[in-house]
Protein backbone atom coordinates (compact mmCIF):
# COMPACT_ATOMS: atom_id res chain seq x y z
CA UNK A 1 0.00 0.00 0.00
CA UNK A 2 3.28 2.26 1.07
CA UNK A 3 4.41 1.76 -2.34
CA UNK A 4 1.17 2.10 -4.57
CA UNK A 5 0.64 5.56 -2.42
CA UNK A 6 4.10 6.38 -3.32
CA UNK A 7 4.07 5.67 -7.13
CA UNK A 8 0.69 8.13 -6.89
CA UNK A 9 2.74 11.06 -4.96
CA UNK A 10 5.03 10.24 -7.93
CA UNK A 11 2.74 10.61 -10.64
CA UNK A 12 0.94 13.74 -9.58
CA UNK A 13 4.59 15.49 -8.64
CA UNK A 14 5.44 14.48 -12.57
CA UNK A 15 2.33 15.59 -13.66
CA UNK A 16 2.72 19.19 -11.92
CA UNK A 17 6.25 19.27 -13.41
CA UNK A 18 5.40 18.91 -16.79
CA UNK A 19 2.57 21.43 -16.34
CA UNK A 20 4.67 24.03 -14.83
CA UNK A 21 7.22 23.51 -18.16
CA UNK A 22 3.90 24.40 -19.91
CA UNK A 23 2.84 27.27 -17.80
CA UNK A 24 4.30 30.45 -20.11
CA UNK A 25 1.33 29.42 -22.49
CA UNK A 26 -1.48 29.68 -19.87
CA UNK A 27 -2.26 31.95 -16.91
CA UNK A 28 -0.16 31.53 -13.68
CA UNK A 29 -2.01 29.28 -10.97
CA UNK A 30 -3.44 31.24 -7.91
CA UNK A 31 -5.81 30.72 -5.10
CA UNK A 32 -9.03 33.17 -4.52
CA UNK A 33 -11.54 32.24 -2.13
CA UNK A 34 -10.08 28.17 -1.34
CA UNK A 35 -10.01 27.90 -5.04
CA UNK A 36 -7.09 26.80 -7.37
CA UNK A 37 -7.64 28.30 -10.44
CA UNK A 38 -4.74 27.31 -13.41
CA UNK A 39 -4.52 29.42 -16.97
CA UNK A 40 -7.98 31.04 -16.00
CA UNK A 41 -7.53 35.24 -17.02
CA UNK A 42 -8.29 37.76 -14.22
CA UNK A 43 -12.62 37.18 -13.85
CA UNK A 44 -14.28 40.36 -15.52
CA UNK A 45 -15.13 42.13 -12.23
CA UNK A 46 -18.64 42.72 -13.64
CA UNK A 47 -19.24 39.33 -14.16
CA UNK A 48 -19.21 38.31 -10.70
CA UNK A 49 -21.31 41.47 -9.31
CA UNK A 50 -23.93 40.43 -12.50
CA UNK A 51 -23.77 36.79 -11.09
CA UNK A 52 -24.19 37.34 -7.72
CA UNK A 53 -27.82 39.16 -8.63
CA UNK A 54 -28.86 35.77 -9.35
CA UNK A 55 -27.45 34.24 -5.98
CA UNK A 56 -28.95 34.90 -2.69
CA UNK A 57 -32.93 33.07 -3.38
CA UNK A 58 -34.27 30.39 -1.20
CA UNK A 59 -35.91 26.81 -2.24
CA UNK A 60 -37.62 24.39 0.05
CA UNK A 61 -38.21 20.84 0.61
CA UNK A 62 -40.43 18.30 1.91
CA UNK A 63 -39.52 16.23 4.49
CA UNK A 64 -42.68 14.97 6.03
CA UNK A 65 -46.13 15.34 7.90
CA UNK A 66 -46.28 14.96 11.71
CA UNK A 67 -48.77 13.17 13.40
CA UNK A 68 -50.92 16.52 14.71
CA UNK A 69 -51.43 17.35 10.86
CA UNK A 70 -48.33 19.73 10.97
CA UNK A 71 -45.50 20.01 7.79
CA UNK A 72 -41.78 19.57 8.00
CA UNK A 73 -40.14 20.80 5.60
CA UNK A 74 -36.44 22.63 4.86
CA UNK A 75 -36.07 25.85 3.51
CA UNK A 76 -31.85 26.27 2.41
CA UNK A 77 -30.36 29.70 1.79
CA UNK A 78 -27.43 30.71 1.17
CA UNK A 79 -26.07 27.25 1.54
CA UNK A 80 -27.69 26.92 4.80
CA UNK A 81 -30.78 24.96 6.03
CA UNK A 82 -34.08 26.21 8.05
CA UNK A 83 -35.84 23.39 9.68
CA UNK A 84 -39.27 24.96 9.59
CA UNK A 85 -42.66 23.53 11.02
CA UNK A 86 -45.70 24.47 9.58
CA UNK A 87 -49.45 24.30 10.39
CA UNK A 88 -50.90 25.96 7.11
CA UNK A 89 -50.14 28.35 4.15
CA UNK A 90 -50.89 31.19 6.76
CA UNK A 91 -49.67 30.00 9.56
CA UNK A 92 -47.05 31.42 11.97
CA UNK A 93 -43.39 29.99 10.52
CA UNK A 94 -41.84 27.75 13.52
CA UNK A 95 -38.18 27.29 12.92
CA UNK A 96 -36.37 24.03 14.31
CA UNK A 97 -32.66 24.57 15.44
CA UNK A 98 -30.63 21.94 12.80
CA UNK A 99 -27.26 20.85 13.68
CA UNK A 100 -24.92 21.60 10.70
CA UNK A 101 -25.33 23.11 7.48
CA UNK A 102 -27.40 20.95 5.26
CA UNK A 103 -30.23 18.40 6.14
CA UNK A 104 -30.58 15.60 3.79
CA UNK A 105 -33.73 13.98 5.19
CA UNK A 106 -35.72 14.16 8.27
CA UNK A 107 -39.26 11.71 9.38
CA UNK A 108 -41.24 11.84 12.22
CA UNK A 109 -42.45 8.95 14.16
CA UNK A 110 -46.41 8.14 13.15
CA UNK A 111 -48.00 8.28 16.21
CA UNK A 112 -45.76 11.16 17.96
CA UNK A 113 -45.43 15.14 17.40
CA UNK A 114 -42.43 15.74 19.41
CA UNK A 115 -39.20 14.41 18.11
CA UNK A 116 -37.71 14.05 14.82
CA UNK A 117 -34.57 11.75 13.63
CA UNK A 118 -32.52 14.03 11.02
CA UNK A 119 -29.66 13.14 8.72
CA UNK A 120 -27.52 16.25 8.72
CA UNK A 121 -25.30 16.25 5.95
CA UNK A 122 -20.94 16.82 6.67
CA UNK A 123 -19.19 17.76 3.44
CA UNK A 124 -15.83 17.53 5.04
CA UNK A 125 -16.33 13.75 6.10
CA UNK A 126 -18.41 12.76 3.07
CA UNK A 127 -21.20 11.22 5.24
CA UNK A 128 -24.40 12.33 7.33
CA UNK A 129 -24.27 12.19 11.05
CA UNK A 130 -27.96 10.63 12.47
CA UNK A 131 -29.21 13.06 15.34
CA UNK A 132 -32.48 13.22 17.64
CA UNK A 133 -34.15 16.56 17.45
CA UNK A 134 -36.88 17.76 19.76
CA UNK A 135 -39.59 20.01 18.39
CA UNK A 136 -40.32 21.47 22.14
CA UNK A 137 -36.93 22.67 23.36
CA UNK A 138 -34.96 22.21 20.40
CA UNK A 139 -32.44 20.30 21.19
CA UNK A 140 -30.49 17.72 19.49
CA UNK A 141 -28.56 14.46 20.28
CA UNK A 142 -25.90 12.30 17.77
CA UNK A 143 -27.49 9.03 17.58
CA UNK A 144 -24.40 8.24 15.17
CA UNK A 145 -21.36 10.52 13.39
CA UNK A 146 -21.24 11.11 9.97
CA UNK A 147 -18.16 8.46 9.91
CA UNK A 148 -20.85 5.68 10.12
CA UNK A 149 -22.19 6.69 6.86
CA UNK A 150 -26.03 5.97 7.72
CA UNK A 151 -28.71 6.00 5.20
CA UNK A 152 -31.97 6.97 5.40
CA UNK A 153 -33.69 6.13 9.00
CA UNK A 154 -37.56 4.99 9.57
CA UNK A 155 -39.51 4.68 12.57
CA UNK A 156 -40.84 1.45 14.10
CA UNK A 157 -44.69 2.52 14.99
CA UNK A 158 -43.84 2.22 18.98
CA UNK A 159 -42.20 5.42 18.20
CA UNK A 160 -39.41 4.20 20.18
CA UNK A 161 -37.01 2.30 17.60
CA UNK A 162 -35.33 3.76 14.67
CA UNK A 163 -33.94 1.05 11.78
CA UNK A 164 -31.18 2.71 9.70
CA UNK A 165 -28.34 1.47 7.13
CA UNK A 166 -24.40 2.36 8.22
CA UNK A 167 -21.00 1.50 6.70
CA UNK A 168 -19.12 -1.39 9.05
CA UNK A 169 -16.16 -1.30 10.41
CA UNK A 170 -13.18 -4.09 8.90
CA UNK A 171 -14.24 -3.62 4.99
CA UNK A 172 -17.55 -4.69 4.95
CA UNK A 173 -20.35 -3.34 2.35
CA UNK A 174 -23.22 -2.02 5.20
CA UNK A 175 -25.39 -3.83 7.88
CA UNK A 176 -28.98 -2.89 8.89
CA UNK A 177 -29.18 -1.93 12.40
CA UNK A 178 -32.03 -0.71 15.14
CA UNK A 179 -31.54 1.69 17.68
CA UNK A 180 -33.96 2.05 20.70
CA UNK A 181 -33.70 6.02 20.81
CA UNK A 182 -34.90 5.68 24.35
CA UNK A 183 -31.90 3.80 25.91
CA UNK A 184 -28.16 4.15 25.85
CA UNK A 185 -27.66 0.90 24.17
CA UNK A 186 -25.41 0.67 20.79
CA UNK A 187 -27.46 -0.32 17.76
CA UNK A 188 -28.64 -4.04 17.39
CA UNK A 189 -26.72 -5.30 14.19
CA UNK A 190 -29.96 -6.83 12.49
CA UNK A 191 -28.29 -7.93 8.86
CA UNK A 192 -25.27 -7.71 7.37
CA UNK A 193 -23.87 -8.45 3.39
CA UNK A 194 -20.32 -9.19 4.57
CA UNK A 195 -19.09 -10.93 7.61
CA UNK A 196 -16.74 -10.14 10.39
CA UNK A 197 -17.57 -8.54 13.86
CA UNK A 198 -19.69 -5.73 12.95
CA UNK A 199 -21.61 -5.31 15.69
CA UNK A 200 -18.38 -4.87 17.58
CA UNK A 201 -17.50 -2.17 15.37
CA UNK A 202 -20.55 -0.02 15.49
CA UNK A 203 -19.93 -0.26 19.13
CA UNK A 204 -16.08 1.11 19.13
CA UNK A 205 -17.24 3.71 16.78
CA UNK A 206 -15.33 2.21 14.10
CA UNK A 207 -17.04 2.61 10.51
CA UNK A 208 -15.35 2.45 6.80
CA UNK A 209 -16.26 5.04 3.94
CA UNK A 210 -17.91 2.55 1.70
CA UNK A 211 -20.62 2.60 -0.13
CA UNK A 212 -24.17 1.04 1.20
CA UNK A 213 -26.01 -1.29 -0.87
CA UNK A 214 -28.97 -1.46 1.97
CA UNK A 215 -31.74 1.51 2.56
CA UNK A 216 -34.55 0.73 4.67
CA UNK A 217 -37.65 1.89 3.53
CA UNK A 218 -40.37 1.23 6.33
CA UNK A 219 -41.10 -0.93 9.25
CA UNK A 220 -44.44 -3.67 8.92
CA UNK A 221 -47.48 -2.87 10.71
CA UNK A 222 -46.95 -5.18 13.77
CA UNK A 223 -43.05 -4.03 13.67
CA UNK A 224 -41.64 -7.34 12.88
CA UNK A 225 -39.74 -7.14 9.82
CA UNK A 226 -38.02 -4.43 7.57
CA UNK A 227 -38.84 -3.27 3.97
CA UNK A 228 -35.60 -2.94 2.53
CA UNK A 229 -34.24 -2.15 -0.80
CA UNK A 230 -30.89 -3.98 -1.27
CA UNK A 231 -28.59 -2.84 -4.72
CA UNK A 232 -27.79 -6.79 -5.76
CA UNK A 233 -25.54 -4.89 -9.01
CA UNK A 234 -25.55 -2.46 -11.55
CA UNK A 235 -28.34 -4.76 -12.85
CA UNK A 236 -30.51 -3.59 -10.16
CA UNK A 237 -31.88 -3.75 -7.03
CA UNK A 238 -34.37 -6.20 -4.85
CA UNK A 239 -37.05 -5.91 -2.34
CA UNK A 240 -36.69 -7.66 0.82
CA UNK A 241 -38.44 -8.29 4.00
CA UNK A 242 -36.20 -8.69 7.08
CA UNK A 243 -37.27 -10.44 9.68
CA UNK A 244 -36.14 -8.45 13.19
CA UNK A 245 -35.93 -11.91 15.17
CA UNK A 246 -34.19 -13.99 13.69
CA UNK A 247 -32.61 -11.64 10.34
CA UNK A 248 -33.83 -13.75 7.42
CA UNK A 249 -34.35 -12.05 4.19
CA UNK A 250 -37.21 -12.79 1.94
CA UNK A 251 -37.27 -11.44 -1.24
CA UNK A 252 -41.08 -9.92 -2.13
CA UNK A 253 -40.79 -7.89 -5.48
CA UNK A 254 -41.25 -11.18 -7.80
CA UNK A 255 -43.63 -13.34 -5.54
CA UNK A 256 -44.15 -16.87 -7.32
CA UNK A 257 -41.16 -16.29 -9.96
CA UNK A 258 -38.07 -18.71 -9.77
CA UNK A 259 -35.40 -17.24 -11.82
CA UNK A 260 -36.42 -13.17 -11.96
CA UNK A 261 -33.41 -11.14 -12.57
CA UNK A 262 -33.57 -7.74 -11.07
CA UNK A 263 -34.51 -4.18 -12.45
CA UNK A 264 -33.95 -0.92 -10.91
CA UNK A 265 -36.52 -0.21 -8.09
CA UNK A 266 -37.57 3.35 -7.14
CA UNK A 267 -40.00 4.33 -4.46
CA UNK A 268 -41.61 1.24 -1.87
CA UNK A 269 -44.56 1.81 0.18
CA UNK A 270 -45.99 -0.90 1.76
CA UNK A 271 -50.19 -1.13 2.47
CA UNK A 272 -51.13 -0.31 6.32
CA UNK A 273 -53.27 -3.11 6.24
CA UNK A 274 -50.14 -5.26 5.64
CA UNK A 275 -51.16 -7.01 2.92
CA UNK A 276 -48.97 -6.39 0.08
CA UNK A 277 -46.38 -3.29 -1.15
CA UNK A 278 -46.59 -1.02 -4.08
CA UNK A 279 -43.27 -0.08 -5.75
CA UNK A 280 -41.85 1.46 -9.39
CA UNK A 281 -39.53 -1.11 -10.85
CA UNK A 282 -38.31 -1.40 -14.67
CA UNK A 283 -37.41 -5.21 -14.51
CA UNK A 284 -38.91 -6.68 -17.91
CA UNK A 285 -39.74 -2.71 -19.21
CA UNK A 286 -37.77 -0.07 -20.89
CA UNK A 287 -38.69 2.29 -18.20
CA UNK A 288 -40.08 1.94 -14.60
CA UNK A 289 -43.32 0.79 -14.17
CA UNK A 290 -45.93 0.94 -11.30
CA UNK A 291 -46.65 -2.85 -9.31
CA UNK A 292 -48.60 -4.00 -6.85
CA UNK A 293 -46.98 -7.20 -4.90
CA UNK A 294 -49.49 -9.38 -2.81
CA UNK A 295 -48.04 -11.19 0.03
CA UNK A 296 -51.13 -13.41 0.87
CA UNK A 297 -51.91 -14.03 -3.35
CA UNK A 298 -48.30 -14.30 -4.07
CA UNK A 299 -48.84 -12.11 -7.35
CA UNK A 300 -47.64 -9.30 -9.04
CA UNK A 301 -49.39 -6.72 -10.71
CA UNK A 302 -49.40 -3.18 -13.19
CA UNK A 303 -50.74 -0.31 -11.49
CA UNK A 304 -51.65 2.49 -13.92
CA UNK A 305 -49.61 0.71 -16.97
CA UNK A 306 -49.89 2.78 -19.60
CA UNK A 307 -48.06 5.44 -17.22
CA UNK A 308 -44.50 5.72 -16.39
CA UNK A 309 -44.65 6.85 -12.77
CA UNK A 310 -41.77 8.58 -10.83
CA UNK A 311 -43.02 9.57 -7.84
CA UNK A 312 -46.19 7.83 -5.66
CA UNK A 313 -47.74 7.60 -2.72
CA UNK A 314 -50.25 5.51 -0.80
CA UNK A 315 -53.24 6.98 1.78
CA UNK A 316 -53.62 5.88 4.93
CA UNK A 317 -56.77 3.81 3.91
CA UNK A 318 -54.98 2.34 0.86
CA UNK A 319 -58.20 3.77 -1.57
CA UNK A 320 -56.12 6.30 -3.37
CA UNK A 321 -52.42 6.48 -4.83
CA UNK A 322 -51.21 9.76 -5.73
CA UNK A 323 -49.22 9.30 -8.86
CA UNK A 324 -46.54 12.11 -10.93
CA UNK A 325 -45.03 11.24 -14.71
CA UNK A 326 -43.34 12.97 -16.55
CA UNK A 327 -45.04 14.07 -20.18
CA UNK A 328 -42.21 16.13 -22.47
CA UNK A 329 -40.09 17.21 -19.03
CA UNK A 330 -43.37 18.29 -16.83
CA UNK A 331 -44.30 16.65 -13.94
CA UNK A 332 -48.41 15.49 -14.07
CA UNK A 333 -50.07 14.07 -11.00
CA UNK A 334 -53.26 13.25 -10.20
CA UNK A 335 -55.18 10.74 -7.76
CA UNK A 336 -56.03 7.31 -9.05
CA UNK A 337 -58.98 5.35 -7.26
CA UNK A 338 -58.32 1.78 -6.77
CA UNK A 339 -61.34 0.57 -6.87
CA UNK A 340 -62.39 2.63 -9.93
CA UNK A 341 -59.33 2.82 -11.46
CA UNK A 342 -60.35 6.99 -12.20
CA UNK A 343 -57.52 9.07 -12.46
CA UNK A 344 -58.62 12.32 -11.50
CA UNK A 345 -56.06 15.12 -12.78
CA UNK A 346 -54.60 17.64 -10.49
CA UNK A 347 -54.84 20.78 -12.52
CA UNK A 348 -54.31 24.11 -10.15
CA UNK A 349 -50.58 23.12 -9.76
CA UNK A 350 -48.04 25.48 -11.51
CA UNK A 351 -45.78 23.80 -14.37
CA UNK A 352 -42.53 22.42 -12.91
CA UNK A 353 -41.55 19.07 -11.74
CA UNK A 354 -42.40 17.46 -8.93
CA UNK A 355 -40.06 15.69 -6.38
CA UNK A 356 -41.81 14.15 -3.83
CA UNK A 357 -45.74 13.52 -2.86
CA UNK A 358 -46.28 12.47 0.72
CA UNK A 359 -49.89 11.72 2.24
CA UNK A 360 -50.75 13.24 5.63
CA UNK A 361 -51.85 10.65 8.23
CA UNK A 362 -55.27 11.29 8.13
CA UNK A 363 -55.10 10.39 4.16
CA UNK A 364 -56.90 13.73 3.49
CA UNK A 365 -53.88 15.88 1.97
CA UNK A 366 -51.60 15.62 0.10
CA UNK A 367 -48.05 17.46 -0.19
CA UNK A 368 -45.83 18.04 -3.07
CA UNK A 369 -42.14 19.54 -3.51
CA UNK A 370 -42.59 21.18 -7.12
CA UNK A 371 -39.49 23.08 -8.53
CA UNK A 372 -41.60 25.46 -11.12
CA UNK A 373 -40.25 26.01 -14.57
CA UNK A 374 -40.62 29.48 -13.50
CA UNK A 375 -39.78 30.12 -9.92
CA UNK A 376 -38.04 28.94 -6.88
CA UNK A 377 -39.08 25.25 -5.61
CA UNK A 378 -41.66 24.83 -2.67
CA UNK A 379 -43.99 22.85 -1.03
CA UNK A 380 -48.18 22.30 -1.63
CA UNK A 381 -50.92 21.25 -0.26
CA UNK A 382 -53.89 19.73 -1.76
CA UNK A 383 -56.96 19.45 -0.30
CA UNK A 384 -58.73 16.05 -1.43
CA UNK A 385 -62.26 16.91 0.09
CA UNK A 386 -61.78 20.39 -1.97
CA UNK A 387 -59.69 19.72 -5.07
CA UNK A 388 -57.93 23.08 -4.14
CA UNK A 389 -53.97 22.97 -4.05
CA UNK A 390 -51.98 26.03 -1.89
CA UNK A 391 -48.80 27.15 -1.54
CA UNK A 392 -47.63 26.49 1.93
CA UNK A 393 -43.66 27.56 1.61
CA UNK A 394 -42.95 31.08 0.26
CA UNK A 395 -39.20 30.30 -1.35
CA UNK A 396 -37.92 33.42 -2.89
CA UNK A 397 -35.84 34.40 -6.15
CA UNK A 398 -32.40 36.44 -5.56
CA UNK A 399 -31.89 39.85 -6.12
CA UNK A 400 -33.63 39.43 -10.20
CA UNK A 401 -37.16 39.73 -10.74
CA UNK A 402 -40.00 36.94 -11.87
CA UNK A 403 -40.19 39.38 -14.94
CA UNK A 404 -36.31 38.30 -15.99
CA UNK A 405 -37.12 34.63 -15.85
CA UNK A 406 -37.45 33.18 -19.26
CA UNK A 407 -39.70 29.86 -19.42
CA UNK A 408 -38.24 26.84 -21.68
CA UNK A 409 -39.67 25.60 -24.99
CA UNK A 410 -40.02 22.25 -25.47
CA UNK A 411 -38.57 20.70 -28.53
CA UNK A 412 -37.98 17.76 -30.10
CA UNK A 413 -35.39 17.07 -32.65
CA UNK A 414 -34.68 13.81 -34.82
CA UNK A 415 -31.53 11.35 -34.01
CA UNK A 416 -29.23 9.22 -35.84
CA UNK A 417 -31.29 6.07 -35.59
CA UNK A 418 -34.97 4.59 -36.01
CA UNK A 419 -37.40 3.00 -34.41
CA UNK A 420 -39.58 0.44 -35.06
CA UNK A 421 -41.83 1.95 -37.87
CA UNK A 422 -38.86 3.43 -39.09
CA UNK A 423 -39.53 6.77 -38.66
CA UNK A 424 -35.94 8.54 -37.05
CA UNK A 425 -35.93 8.63 -33.06
CA UNK A 426 -37.33 12.02 -31.51
CA UNK A 427 -35.69 13.29 -28.69
CA UNK A 428 -36.63 16.25 -26.27
CA UNK A 429 -34.89 19.30 -25.30
CA UNK A 430 -35.67 22.48 -23.81
CA UNK A 431 -34.68 25.56 -25.20
CA UNK A 432 -34.18 28.63 -23.52
CA UNK A 433 -34.55 31.79 -26.10
CA UNK A 434 -32.91 35.43 -24.86
CA UNK A 435 -36.05 37.50 -25.42
CA UNK A 436 -34.43 40.52 -27.41
CA UNK A 437 -32.49 40.30 -30.54
CA UNK A 438 -30.92 37.51 -32.32
CA UNK A 439 -29.59 35.09 -33.92
CA UNK A 440 -27.87 34.13 -30.55
CA UNK A 441 -24.86 31.97 -29.22
CA UNK A 442 -25.74 28.68 -27.39
CA UNK A 443 -24.48 26.35 -24.53
CA UNK A 444 -25.90 22.95 -24.79
CA UNK A 445 -26.09 21.79 -20.67
CA UNK A 446 -25.81 18.59 -20.20
CA UNK A 447 -26.77 16.96 -16.76
CA UNK A 448 -26.36 13.10 -16.18
CA UNK A 449 -26.51 11.01 -19.30
CA UNK A 450 -29.30 9.45 -20.11
CA UNK A 451 -31.80 11.58 -17.89
CA UNK A 452 -34.27 13.27 -19.77
CA UNK A 453 -34.28 17.56 -19.55
CA UNK A 454 -36.34 18.88 -16.79
CA UNK A 455 -37.88 22.03 -16.55
CA UNK A 456 -36.75 23.38 -13.22
CA UNK A 457 -35.72 26.88 -12.14
CA UNK A 458 -31.63 27.19 -12.64
CA UNK A 459 -30.30 30.96 -11.96
CA UNK A 460 -27.21 30.47 -13.84
CA UNK A 461 -29.27 29.53 -16.76
CA UNK A 462 -31.25 32.15 -16.07
CA UNK A 463 -27.55 34.25 -16.15
CA UNK A 464 -26.60 33.00 -19.43
CA UNK A 465 -30.10 34.30 -21.08
CA UNK A 466 -30.30 37.61 -19.83
CA UNK A 467 -26.35 38.82 -18.90
CA UNK A 468 -24.10 36.28 -21.59
CA UNK A 469 -27.48 36.76 -24.40
CA UNK A 470 -27.08 33.02 -25.24
CA UNK A 471 -29.52 30.15 -25.98
CA UNK A 472 -29.50 27.61 -23.81
CA UNK A 473 -30.19 24.35 -24.74
CA UNK A 474 -31.03 20.97 -22.26
CA UNK A 475 -30.83 18.09 -24.36
CA UNK A 476 -32.06 14.32 -22.88
CA UNK A 477 -29.58 12.72 -25.06
CA UNK A 478 -28.66 8.74 -24.43
CA UNK A 479 -25.52 7.53 -22.29
CA UNK A 480 -22.36 6.54 -23.82
CA UNK A 481 -21.26 6.14 -27.35
CA UNK A 482 -24.92 6.46 -28.73
CA UNK A 483 -24.85 9.73 -26.86
CA UNK A 484 -22.12 10.94 -28.47
CA UNK A 485 -24.46 10.15 -31.76
CA UNK A 486 -27.34 11.82 -30.17
CA UNK A 487 -25.01 14.87 -29.69
CA UNK A 488 -23.98 15.21 -33.32
CA UNK A 489 -28.32 14.46 -34.07
CA UNK A 490 -28.79 17.73 -32.08
CA UNK A 491 -25.89 19.82 -33.75
CA UNK A 492 -27.21 19.05 -36.95
CA UNK A 493 -30.46 20.28 -35.64
CA UNK A 494 -28.81 23.73 -34.42
CA UNK A 495 -27.42 24.43 -37.11
CA UNK A 496 -30.58 24.48 -39.18
CA UNK A 497 -32.32 26.98 -36.55
CA UNK A 498 -32.73 30.39 -38.22
CA UNK A 499 -32.36 32.10 -34.67
CA UNK A 500 -29.37 30.55 -33.82
CA UNK A 501 -25.55 30.89 -34.21
CA UNK A 502 -24.41 27.27 -35.59
CA UNK A 503 -20.84 28.80 -36.04
CA UNK A 504 -20.83 29.85 -31.82
CA UNK A 505 -21.62 26.87 -29.82
CA UNK A 506 -20.18 25.38 -27.18
CA UNK A 507 -20.66 22.18 -24.49
CA UNK A 508 -21.23 22.21 -20.39
CA UNK A 509 -21.30 19.09 -18.62
CA UNK A 510 -20.98 17.84 -14.79
CA UNK A 511 -20.42 14.24 -13.62
CA UNK A 512 -21.39 11.46 -16.72
CA UNK A 513 -22.52 14.55 -18.78
CA UNK A 514 -19.13 16.26 -18.50
CA UNK A 515 -17.32 12.95 -19.96
CA UNK A 516 -20.17 13.45 -23.16
CA UNK A 517 -19.40 17.23 -23.53
CA UNK A 518 -15.62 15.80 -23.80
CA UNK A 519 -16.40 13.13 -26.06
CA UNK A 520 -18.63 15.68 -28.33
CA UNK A 521 -15.82 17.88 -28.51
CA UNK A 522 -13.18 15.17 -30.36
CA UNK A 523 -16.07 14.08 -32.19
CA UNK A 524 -17.39 17.61 -33.68
CA UNK A 525 -14.78 19.80 -32.38
CA UNK A 526 -15.08 22.11 -35.49
CA UNK A 527 -18.12 23.08 -34.60
CA UNK A 528 -17.92 23.46 -31.22
CA UNK A 529 -16.13 26.52 -29.86
CA UNK A 530 -15.78 25.07 -26.15
CA UNK A 531 -16.35 22.58 -23.72
CA UNK A 532 -16.92 23.21 -19.82
CA UNK A 533 -16.42 19.46 -17.93
CA UNK A 534 -17.70 19.55 -14.26
CA UNK A 535 -16.28 16.55 -12.58
CA UNK A 536 -16.25 14.43 -15.21
CA UNK A 537 -13.74 12.02 -15.87
CA UNK A 538 -12.66 11.03 -19.74
CA UNK A 539 -10.11 8.66 -21.31
CA UNK A 540 -7.10 9.24 -22.45
CA UNK A 541 -8.66 8.05 -25.94
CA UNK A 542 -11.32 10.71 -25.83
CA UNK A 543 -9.06 13.49 -24.83
CA UNK A 544 -6.38 12.23 -27.92
CA UNK A 545 -8.56 14.70 -30.43
CA UNK A 546 -9.32 17.40 -28.70
CA UNK A 547 -8.33 20.52 -29.86
CA UNK A 548 -10.84 22.97 -28.67
CA UNK A 549 -11.09 25.07 -25.94
CA UNK A 550 -11.91 23.27 -22.40
CA UNK A 551 -12.70 24.31 -18.59
CA UNK A 552 -11.90 21.54 -16.38
CA UNK A 553 -13.70 22.06 -12.43
CA UNK A 554 -13.69 19.49 -10.39
CA UNK A 555 -15.37 19.88 -6.82
CA UNK A 556 -18.38 21.65 -8.30
CA UNK A 557 -20.75 18.63 -7.98
CA UNK A 558 -20.85 15.16 -6.39
CA UNK A 559 -19.42 12.66 -6.61
CA UNK A 560 -16.24 15.05 -7.61
CA UNK A 561 -13.37 14.03 -9.66
CA UNK A 562 -9.90 13.29 -7.55
CA UNK A 563 -7.46 16.02 -7.64
CA UNK A 564 -4.71 13.45 -9.26
CA UNK A 565 -7.21 12.65 -12.33
CA UNK A 566 -8.12 16.21 -12.75
CA UNK A 567 -4.37 17.12 -12.94
CA UNK A 568 -3.85 14.44 -15.50
CA UNK A 569 -6.62 15.62 -17.50
CA UNK A 570 -5.01 19.11 -17.55
CA UNK A 571 -1.37 17.98 -18.27
CA UNK A 572 -2.83 15.92 -21.45
CA UNK A 573 -4.79 18.70 -22.37
CA UNK A 574 -1.92 20.54 -22.26
CA UNK A 575 0.48 18.73 -23.92
CA UNK A 576 -1.59 18.54 -26.77
CA UNK A 577 -2.04 22.28 -26.99
CA UNK A 578 -5.19 22.84 -25.86
CA UNK A 579 -6.32 25.83 -25.08
CA UNK A 580 -6.98 24.33 -20.94
CA UNK A 581 -8.55 26.51 -17.98
CA UNK A 582 -8.58 24.36 -14.48
CA UNK A 583 -10.54 24.93 -11.26
CA UNK A 584 -10.45 23.02 -8.05
CA UNK A 585 -10.75 23.26 -4.16
CA UNK A 586 -7.36 24.39 -2.56
CA UNK A 587 -7.45 21.01 -0.35
CA UNK A 588 -6.71 17.56 -2.33
CA UNK A 589 -10.02 15.63 -1.78
CA UNK A 590 -12.19 18.75 -0.90
CA UNK A 591 -15.47 19.74 -3.05
CA UNK A 592 -16.51 23.86 -3.60
CA UNK A 593 -19.08 23.25 -0.27
CA UNK A 594 -18.32 27.17 0.55
CA UNK A 595 -20.31 29.85 -0.93
CA UNK A 596 -17.42 32.08 -2.27
CA UNK A 597 -16.02 28.63 -3.28
CA UNK A 598 -18.45 28.08 -5.64
CA UNK A 599 -19.50 31.68 -6.66
CA UNK A 600 -15.70 31.51 -7.70
CA UNK A 601 -16.38 29.12 -9.92
CA UNK A 602 -19.32 29.79 -11.22
CA UNK A 603 -17.26 32.97 -12.52
CA UNK A 604 -14.98 31.43 -14.00
CA UNK A 605 -17.45 29.27 -16.13
CA UNK A 606 -19.60 32.34 -17.11
CA UNK A 607 -16.16 34.06 -18.13
CA UNK A 608 -15.21 30.95 -20.43
CA UNK A 609 -17.95 30.78 -22.27
CA UNK A 610 -18.29 34.84 -22.68
CA UNK A 611 -14.97 34.55 -23.96
CA UNK A 612 -15.25 31.63 -26.18
CA UNK A 613 -18.51 32.62 -27.80
CA UNK A 614 -18.67 36.10 -28.33
CA UNK A 615 -17.70 38.21 -30.96
Known amino acids: MRRSNDARACALVLCLALLCAYAPAWAARSVQDGVVLDGVPAVNAEISASLARYRGGSESRLLDWLSDGSLLVAVRREGHDQLLRLRGAAAAREPIGVPGDAVRLATAPPFHSDTVALLSEKPKSGGSALYLTTLATGGARVLLPASAHAGAPAWAHDGRQLAFSAALAGGQDSGLFVLDTASSAAPRLVASSGGGDAAAGIAAGAYTASGTSWQVLAWTSADRSLLVRHKVSDAGDELLLVDLTSGALRRIDAPGERSPGYGHIGAARLTSDGRGVYFTSDRGSEHAQL ?75 LALELASSAGPRDVYVHELSSATSTRWTASQLGVFSAAQLVAPQTVRFPTWDRVGSGNHRMLTALLYRPRLGGPWPVVVMLGDAGAGARPQLDPFVQYCVNELRVAVVIPGVRAGDTGGLDMGALLAWLGAQPDLRRERVALQGSGSGGTLALLAVGLYGDRLRGAVDIDGPASGAQLASLRSPVLLVRGLHEPSLDAGTAEQLLWRLRSAGVDSWFVAPRELGDTLTEEAGQAAAQAVIAQFLRSKLGD
Not at 333 to 357: E, I, N, Q, W, Y
Open 291 to 365: RYADFYAGTSTLVASDLEVEQFDVSADNRTLALSWNEFGYSRVALLDRASARLTMLSSLPPGVVDALRFDHAGGR
